[in-house]
């Protein structure tokens, strides 16, 4: 096993770093992440979710997957968690702050389980893999607090690979006139106000190596869209 102190210079190379737990008695994730995902937040893969510190990258790391394992070898597996990035925070030089059930996840057993979370903190490697949603699309979620025709916000769910969203467009779809969304914080992306008709969410796609590439998805946002509503993208992003 090959161990570097830059991710970056080699994809499926371990980081060391350290990592903790949420201290609320929720096994699951929270519901007021810094990414804006809500209530998905917490149940998104099972609840095996993570805060990141330098790793949330002021939002763009929102929606990434990691394989994370910690180093004891009297309690650890060596297979450890595959966690989703829902929130930021740090605690005692922490690259993770997982839920209580992705920590205890990593452990051998539900005994090494009590004993890791005994500790609190501790030694961990992780890398970046793919996320995975077999039978789902990349969706978007409609902030409630939206207002047709406004103020559109939404959340996109569901981001597969291994790819970072870096910029979102919103596209009318009669004039085929788009224009490039602010994110607002985390995953969400704001327009005030939104063109009328029709909408097309069009992504930004970059990988390890800095290649860009624009995703268009294959269903458009009806006209009549709702506060709260989900809207199907019909497409994948795998690679």
């Given at each position: 096993m090959h161990t570097l102190g830059n991710a970056d210079t080699c994809q499926d190379c371990f980081v060391h770093s350290r990592a903790a737990y949420y201290p609320n008695s929720d096994d699951k994730g929270t519901e007021t992440g810094q990414c804006g995902?809500?209530?998905?937040?917490s149940t998104i893969n099972g609840g095996d979710v993570s805060a990141a510190s330098n790793l949330y990258q002021a939002g763009v790391g929102c929606g990434s997957c990691y394989q994370v394992r910690c180093t004891n070898n009297n309690y650890c597996s060596d297979k450890g968690v595959t966690v989703v990035i829902t929130d930021s925070g740090s605690s005692h030089n922490t690259d993770f702050i997982l839920s209580r059930r992705a920590f205890g996840r990593m452990a051998q057993n539900t005994d090494a389980a009590?004993?890791?979370?005994?500790?609190?903190?501790?030694?961990?490697?992780?890398?970046?893999?793919?996320?995975s949603y077999p039978n789902r699309?990349?969706?978007?979620?409609?902030d409630e607090n939206s207002n047709n025709p406004h103020y559109l916000a939404f959340v996109i769910w569901y981001q597969q690979g291994r790819k970072d969203i870096t910029a979102v467009q919103l596209c009318e779809t009669q004039n085929f006139e788009c224009r490039l969304l602010d994110r607002t914080y985390g995953a969400v992306w704001t327009a005030t106000p939104p063109p009328s008709g029709s909408l097309s969410i069009r992504m930004l796609f970059r990988d390890d190596n800095g290649d860009e590439t624009w995703v268009v998805p294959v269903n458009n946002i009806p006209q009549n869209w709702k506060p709260s509503d989900t809207y199907d993208s019909g497409v994948q992003v795998n690679a």
């Open positions: 995902y809500g209530t998905f937040g009590t004993s890791l979370l005994a500790l609190g903190i501790v030694d961990i490697e992780y890398r970046r893999v793919p996320c699309n990349i969706t978007f979620k409609i």
